[in-house]
């Protein structure tokens, strides 16, 4: 057969798989290290008892043949979508409608899965530096153009670096999509309600779309920054939302999010006729997914309950714990420091400008500490690396000791 070469492009692995790699050698070659994990952004404290009671329940009614549910809707279950229309969204007044949202297994596959429904000539905008599911996804598609070594021709950067305060100035040329994610992964940077406004107005004006990305939601803890962006007016004209469980109640390995995509939302054929993104969504969907198993969407609804809030409100207090004190030990120790108040990562200038792969090698060889290098979000997240705050917080406590002692 032959092969989509558009992955012939693709110099390495995946960013989280290459970091992998790079530690499983390194734990041959360092059997005794006791290695320490502040890379990727996984989750590590167990599930919570409303999750347990509610997944418990939903399996024994799966052994009975009154309760037990073959395939689901594509779209989840009304249960689930209700819940999260009214808590997620109407509960704080904002409007959004149970039908507009689809269940999923994670906004990783959705925010991968969602530029089928692009153009091949779609142009795209990515904040550089920027979780690389988003670029690699469009590059797969054959979306990006060619790899320059360091950038792809066909993709539009946006730059968040110090300079700017990691907040992205509007494109010069104008871009078809554009992926947005706040609270900021990697950075930790939030975007006011005003500074999004700027972006959905920018969107409307230019008959954009913005794929806002909101998995972090739950780590902002100003309660004047926008957790959703349809508390911007219009958004719905524009906006996708990706939410995702994972962060927020600790569903790394059950795998739940969703995606809302208001039926206002429309994207255009060459001859300018209007098609709605959720129509498509909808077709794409019912041909290529079954559905979220209705255990996990059961363990979902859970969280929504007033005890399964209050147990999810304690994870994310344990892990913005963390977060604050990853962020003032490494203040302390004289390096510069950002994100971490509104969101699980702690952006961290490298020392002497070291590059940011050496930085991060330098914390695996001699504090036993995995990082992400900043490099590996884009050429902009060169001279930085990524620690995350989702570790349990002795080693958080015995990681940041170690970084002391190869930094003194
Ligand atoms: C990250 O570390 O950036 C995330 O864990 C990756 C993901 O959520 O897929």
Redesign the pocket.
């Known amino acids: 057969m032959k092969i989509n070469v558009n992955y012939k492009d693709f110099t390495a692995s995946y960013l ?1 798989s290459d970091i992998a790699k790079r530690v499983k050698e390194f734990k041959e070659n360092n059997p005794e290290a006791q290695v320490i994990s502040l ?4 989750v590590t404290q167990p599930l919570t008892p409303s999750v347990l009671k509610a997944l418990h329940k939903a399996v024994d009614e799966m052994g009975v043949a009154e309760s037990f549910k073959g395939y689901g809707p594509e779209q989840g279950y009304a249960f689930l979508r209700e819940t999260i229309a009214k808590h997620a969204y109407l509960d704080r007044g904002i409007q959004v409608s149970a039908e507009d949202i689809f269940v999923s297994d994670g ?2 596959s959705d925010i991968g899965n969602f530029q089928e429904l692009f153009g091949a000539d779609c142009r795209i905008a990515v904040t550089d530096p920027v ?1 690389p ?1 988003y670029v690699d996804s469009n590059a797969m598609s054959g979306r990006a153009g060619k790899w320059t070594g360091s950038q792809w021709s066909n993709i539009i950067y946006l730059p968040c670096t110090k300079e700017n305060d990691f907040v992205p100035e509007l494109p010069k040329e104008v871009p078809n999509c554009i992926y947005l994610c706040y609270p900021n ?2 950075t930790g940077s939030v975007l006011t309600k005003e500074q999004l406004k700027v972006w959905v107005d920018y969107a409307k004006a230019n008959k954009s779309i913005i794929l806002y990305d909101a ?1 972090y939601e739950a780590y902002i803890q100003d309660p004047s920054l926008p957790h959703s962006i349809y508390e911007i007016e219009g958004a719905d004209e524009v906006a996708v939302e990706f939410r ?1 469980f ?2 927020t109640a600790g569903f ?1 390995g059950l795998r739940c999010g969703y995606v809302v995509v208001p039926k206002k939302v429309v994207g255009y054929d060459d001859e300018g006729n209007t098609f709605s993104l959720k129509d498509m969504w909808n077709r794409r969907q019912t041909t290529k997914f079954n559905g979220c198993p209705y255990i996990v969407q059961k363990a979902a609804e859970a969280i929504y309950s007033p005890e399964g809030q209050e147990e999810i409100q304690a994870l994310v207090k344990g892990y913005m714990a963390n977060a604050q004190k990853i962020l003032a030990t490494l203040k302390d120790m004289g390096l510069q420091a950002c994100g971490g108040e509104h969101a699980p990562y702690i952006w961290i200038t490298t020392p002497n400008n070291m590059p940011s792969w050496d930085f991060f090698q330098l914390l695996l060889d001699k504090a036993h500490v995995v990082s ?1 290098p900043g490099m590996g979000f884009g050429l902009s997240g060169e001279g930085y690396v990524r620690l ?1 705050a989702f570790a349990n917080s002795k080693n958080v406590d015995e990681a940041l000791k170690r970084i002391a002692k190869v930094l003194a």
Do not use: W
């Open positions: 989280f890379g990727i952004g996984d906004t990783k979780y599911v992964n990697p998995a995702s994972s962060k790394t992400t995350t």
